[in-house]
Every structure is written in structure tokens, then in C-alpha cells.
């Protein structure tokens, strides 16, 4: 089976969801397979996108090392994750194709090459807003979409240190999510994208994970099963706790919102996430109607969020008309 020019086996793959909708446990998981390498976050494939101009021409050597270096010196990149080589990787950056998307590649691959594995991927929370880009990068692209109970996911962000936001700005990162993986699975071919409920992964992780590789076309392997094993070889050690990643699979955070969230605070959800939520096969409690305030709140925190992503949408539509350039990875 191929998928352009690509065997299938060869596509890499990309995880996505709603911040603490457990694409950590899923990244593990997939990581966990012998052919295939998912990192850690590293947040530099978005920014070699739109930072694309700063770079030039990347037919010239030079300025595909100034790509190289953009990549393994900014400490916010979390490029030390990988622990690669940087003089390394910038020498392989500079003999790749001369596109963002073959810079890109490259240090994906070069991640994989260091644990023996032919397939690489990435796994990123907020990759569901840029899934056009990821696929103008690299067209044979498979796409995975962890969905967790909306519910669960808020509650675990107002508990999360480093999220800091009303529970507005929480519900709309769910259904922000949730969106975009909506218009993927109508819009990307059958073969490219993959859906799956973290409650029933954490339930049967075996058979949901050999489902998940019958799609991308592998061999499934009990050692998927079993991501504690891998957390401190892949994960951070900064976030090793944060994530929940030295424990077992076990479905023990399922429903945490019926003691983590206030009634009001239920009530705000489910008017909000509501429909969404009896889509994706979660029961409601038809608890009482949100406040109006609340709702209101919701509203301007969502209409901000999505007013600053657009600008940014529109400004890189403009961008790509005025100056276009080749951007998918070229062939290895």
C-alpha cells in the first residue's frame, strides 16, 4: 500500500488533541513501538514555518545553515530534548533539500535514526490549529486525534500550574481542538487521519493500540501497552510529573470532573461543550443553565483566541500569495 511516492510505513505521523487529553500517554505509547520515534515537544516545526522569510532563499547553503541554527540554539525550541548533536544536525540541515519541510524532516529523522527506528513523528496539543500547514510540509502526513472528555480535560487544566487561565480560555481550548479535528477528518483523505477516545484507550489499551497500527500500517507490539517504561527515556524530566507519565495506564482519571469542577463550573460546560460532548458519546448530567455572565465571559475569551490565531492564519495567506516558495520535504 503507498501513499504517493511514500510507502505508507514510511509516513510520519503527527499527534494531536486538547492540552490534558493524554497525547503525553499516546506519544509514549507510539514510542513504544520498535519501527516507530515520537519526541517530546519541541516547538520548532511551527516556528521554522512562519519565521520562513527571516531565513531567504534555501537553495543557498548559508541560509539554510541560518534555518539549522534557528533551530538547535533558542532555548524555547526544547531542541535539547532530542539530544542530538547540534554542530550535527546543522551540517544535515544544510545537506538537505532546500525547503522548511526537509529542515524539519531532517531533525525528526535524525531523532528516530538515534533509537534505530525507520518511521518518526511528533506530537504537539495545539498542531490541531496548523493541520494545513503540517500537510503542505509533508504531504503524506497521517494524522492522529486524541479526544478525552471535555470535562476532564478543564478540570485538569484549572489544576495545571503552567496553564493559568480562567476556565473560559479552558473551554474554548477543547472545543478549539475539537473543531479543527472535525473539519480534518471531512477534509483530509480517509487514509490520513485517525480518531480515538483516550477513556477507551485507557480501558483496552491493547486493542485500542492494535487498531491505531492496522491504520498506519504496522505490526502492533505489546511494549505500546506499557509507556511508564519509556517516560524517562522520551519525556523531560520536567515534566515527568506534570504529565502523569511514571504511572500505570489504568482509567482511574476518568469522570475527575464530578469532584475537580464546581457546579457551576459543570453547568458551564456543558452548556458550552454540550452538543460536542453527546457527539463524541458522553453522557450529560442536565444539570442547571450557566449563568448568562458566564456565558458571556466564554464568548470574549473565545472571540480573542481566535481573532489573534486568525491574524496570524491571514497574515501567512498573504505571505504565501506575495512570495511563494517550496515547503513540503523533498524525498529522502
Avoid at 516547538?43 to 534557528?70: I, K, Q, T, W
Avoid at 518511521?119 to 496539543?125: L, Q, V
Avoid at 502492533?220 to 504529565?243: C, F, I, Q, S
Avoid at 500569495?321 to 515547503?327: E, F, K
Wanted: glycine share 6%; charged share 25%.
Amino acid at each position: 500500500m503507498t501513499h504517493g511516492d511514500a510507502p505508507a510505513r514510511d509516513r510520519p505521523i503527527f499527534v494531536f488533541g486538547c492540552p490534558r487529553s493524554g497525547t503525553t500517554m499516546l506519544q509514549l505509547m507510539l514510542h513504544g513501538h520498535p519501527r516507530i520515534a515520537i519526541p517530546p515537544e519541541t516547538r520548532f516545526v511551527e516556528r521554522c514555518y512562519f519565521d520562513r522569510r527571516a531565513f531567504g532563499d534555501l537553495r543557498d547553503p548559508d541560509n539554510r545553515r541560518r534555518l539549522a541554527a534557528s533551530i538547535v540554539t533558542p532555548e524555547e525550541t526544547r531542541f535539547r530534548d532530542l539530544q542530538l548533536d547540534p554542530a550535527d544536525v546543522v551540517e544535515q540541515v544544510v545537506a538537505a533539500g532546500p525547503t522548511v519541510g526537509s529542515a524539519c524532516a531532517t531533525v525528526l529523522r535524525m531523532y528516530a535514526a538515534r533509537f534505530g527506528k525507520p518511521r518518526w513523528g511528533d506530537k504537539r496539543p495545539g498542531y490541531h490549529r496548523v493541520i494545513p500547514i503540517l500537510r503542505t510540509l509533508f504531504p503524506d502526513a497521517v494524522f492522529v486525534h486524541l479526544v478525552r472528555d471535555g470535562r476532564d480535560c478543564v478540570a485538569s487544566l484549572e489544576r495545571a500550574s503552567w496553564w493559568n487561565r480562567p476556565i473560559h480560555h479552558s473551554i474554548h481550548a477543547w472545543m478549539s481542538a475539537t473543531s479543527n479535528a472535525r473539519r480534518a477528518a471531512r477534509t483530509l483523505p480517509a487514509d490520513s487521519f485517525y480518531e480515538l477516545r483516550y477513556e477507551e484507550l485507557v480501558a483496552e489499551p491493547g486493542k485500542q493500540l492494535s487498531a491505531l497500527c492496522e491504520f498506519l500500517d504496522e505490526e502492533y507490539d505489546e511494549a505500546m501497552a506499557t509507556p511508564k517504561a519509556l517516560a524517562g527515556v522520551v519525556v523531560a524530566p520536567r515534566k515527568m510529573r506534570v504529565e502523569g507519565t511514571y504511572r500505570d495506564v489504568s482509567t482511574s482519571s476518568i469522570g475527575n470532573w464530578r469532584t475537580r469542577l464546581e457546579p457551576w463550573q459543570v453547568d458551564l460546560c456543558e452548556a458550552i461543550m454540550g452538543d460536542r460532548l453527546r457527539e463524541y458519546g458522553y453522557d450529560l448530567t442536565g444539570a442547571g443553565r450557566a449563568p448568562a455572565a458566564h456565558r458571556l465571559a466564554y464568548a470574549r475569551a473565545a472571540f480573542g483566541r481566535s481573532r489573534r490565531w486568525y491574524g496570524t492564519v491571514l497574515a501567512d495567506r498573504v505571505e504565501r500569495t506575495l512570495r511563494p516558495q517550496p515547503l513540503a520535504a523533498e524525498p529522502q
